[in-house]
């Protein structure tokens, strides 16, 4: 039954993408391009982010809101966003940086422990995060919260990694792209 259902996902979207491809010349669209980079936050791997952090070069504050008002600045332009946790996260950061400001953690057992430490993450609408959106982007479960973060979330999580946001997928994971009836589209930023 579950390989009927994925073949029968699959159809749907060959038969989606032919007509949206037929569509498209109907309804050509001017290419956006998304706002430039402000942050220079935004340019440095989370390696190094992180240890920029344990060594309190800067804050996870900082790192979290800069990514946050990115997300706000780009997602109108790309649909990504299907439900935020910002002011929990920011509050996450302001206690990572208050943890190192106390001064009695040991960088080094931090760093092996938690090597994410103060670093912001977001994750697919169709992964588990307790108390947010879990539909599988489909209309049938339209509401649904996840009651249990995945092994995934958890596992970033007890890395010390901060969760932003829960972000568009295709239906049921079944598409090529990122659209479905309960979000819409969600647009490449290398696209726009």
Same mark, same amino acid.
């Given at each position: 039954?579950?390989?009927?259902?994925?073949?029968?996902?699959?159809?749907?979207?060959?038969?989606?993408?032919?007509?949206?491809?037929?569509?498209?010349?109907?309804?050509?669209?001017?290419?956006?391009?998304?706002?430039?980079?402000?942050?220079?936050?935004?340019?440095?791997?989370?390696?190094?982010?992180?240890?920029?952090?344990?060594?309190?070069?800067?804050?996870?504050?900082?790192?979290?809101?800069?990514?946050?008002?990115?997300?706000?600045?780009?997602?109108? #332009?790309?649909?990504?966003?299907? +439900?935020?946790?910002?002011?929990?996260?920011?509050? +996450?950061?302001?206690?990572?940086?208050?943890?190192?400001?106390?001064?009695?953690?040991?960088?080094?057992?931090?760093?092996?422990?938690?090597?994410?430490?103060?670093?912001?993450?977001?994750?697919?609408?169709?992964?588990?995060?307790?108390?947010?959106?879990?539909?599988?982007?489909?209309?049938? #479960?339209?509401?649904?919260?996840?009651?249990?973060?995945?092994?995934?979330?958890?596992?970033?999580?007890?890395?010390?990694?901060?969760?932003?946001?829960?972000?568009?997928?295709?239906?049921?994971?079944?598409?090529?792209?990122? #659209?479905?009836?309960?979000?819409?589209?969600? #647009?490449?930023?290398?696209?726009?």
């Amino acid at each position: 039954m579950f390989y009927l259902l994925r073949i029968w996902i699959i159809v749907i979207n060959v038969i989606y993408l032919t007509l949206d491809w037929i569509f498209s010349f109907i309804r050509y669209r001017k290419p956006v391009s998304i706002p430039p980079l402000k942050d220079t936050l935004l340019t440095i791997s989370a390696t190094e982010l992180a240890q920029k952090i344990r060594d309190q070069h800067c804050t996870s504050y900082e790192v979290v809101r800069a990514y946050i008002e990115r997300i706000k600045e780009v997602n109108p #332009y790309l649909n990504a966003v299907v +439900e935020d946790r910002y002011k929990i996260a920011l509050a +996450e950061a302001k206690n990572c940086d208050r943890l190192l400001e106390a001064g009695n953690v040991d960088i080094e057992k931090l760093k092996k422990q938690k090597p994410l430490f103060g670093i912001p993450f977001t994750v697919k609408e169709s992964i588990p995060v307790k108390g947010l959106s879990h539909t599988g982007c489909t209309l049938a #479960y339209k509401g649904r919260k996840a009651t249990t973060d995945s092994f995934a979330v958890k596992m970033l999580r007890d890395a010390g990694a901060i969760l932003l946001c829960v972000t568009n997928t295709p239906e049921m994971c079944g598409g090529l792209d990122s #659209y479905n009836f309960l979000h819409g589209r969600s #647009y490449n930023p290398y696209d726009t």
